[in-house]
């Protein structure tokens, strides 16, 4: 028995099941959250040592770092189906990153707002101007732009091929958050922020921030394929399929 994915490609056969995965990724985001949380507060050690040793607040990476690896991970998964739907003028991919965008956003304001939560007692303040802070607030520019130019567009052909070129061209700025954080000579880049590295980190601090990021993984399954519901419903609202799936609604 073989699987034919391309029919998944049209709305009308997405939506039941997108539908059908989105209660299952609610269950893994709530499970996965309390492990997570667990984990990062009760089985870590009080105190985070190294060059700049942190006491409880140092916590907070447990919800600050999966949060900047989303920002950046569904930036490109944004930019994916917005050049799949340039190339193949599908609507569905259009679609899938208009839904994707406002959890990325939200993703990458949460992850400046517990930097400058974590900032303020390490450093002594909540911001400072150095390339790793200000590439990922430029990220957090391209993503409420996106969502801007999208909306500002009557036109929805026009409004997705016009994000959709927005958002590549913002595909630059994932590399260089990436090169801010892992500058290759810290003389060169230096700032507050540390840089990223799995390997130095204690067995129960990865342990917490990878099910932490796997939590948010699920998240935005969750929420982006219930707003990919609602932008089908609206975008085929004269579809057939729609007028009958509303009128069993009413039926119920």
């Not at 990153?97 to 993703?107: K, R, Y």
Request: charged residues 15%; aromatic residues 18%; glycine residues 6%.
């Amino acid at each position: 028995m073989t699987l034919n994915w391309f029919k998944f490609a049209s709305p009308a056969t997405f939506y039941p099941l997108a539908g059908r995965l989105t209660r299952p990724f609610w269950i893994l985001t709530g499970v996965l959250l309390v492990i997570g949380l667990y984990w990062g507060f009760f089985q870590t050690a009080d105190q985070l040592g190294g060059s700049n040793p942190q006491k409880e607040y140092y916590r907070i990476i447990f919800i600050h770092v999966p949060a900047a690896w989303m920002s950046m991970w569904l930036y490109i998964v944004l930019v994916f189906w917005a050049a799949i739907g340039l190339v193949f003028n599908t609507r569905l991919s259009f679609m899938m990153a208009n839904a994707v965008a406002p959890t990325g956003a939200v993703f990458t304001f949460l992850a400046l707002w517990t930097g400058a939560f974590w900032g303020r007692p390490s450093w002594g303040t909540y911001w400072d101007w150095d390339p790793r802070l200000t590439s990922e607030l430029v990220l957090f520019f391209l993503y409420i732009g996106y969502i801007a130019l999208h909306s500002a567009i009557d036109d929805t052909r026009r409004a997705d091929r016009a994000s959709a070129l927005l958002a590549i061209v913002g595909l630059v700025m994932v590399p260089v958050i990436y090169w801010s954080i892992n500058c290759p000579d810290p003389t060169q880049c230096a700032a507050l922020h540390q840089r990223s590295g799995l390997g130095k980190i204690d067995s129960n601090i990865l342990f917490s921030m990878l099910t932490m990021t796997l939590a948010f993984w699920m998240y935005s399954f969750a929420t982006s394929f219930m707003r990919l519901r609602s932008i089908i419903l609206t975008r085929e609202a004269e579809a057939s399929w729609v007028q009958e799936l509303l009128n069993r609604e009413q039926v119920r």
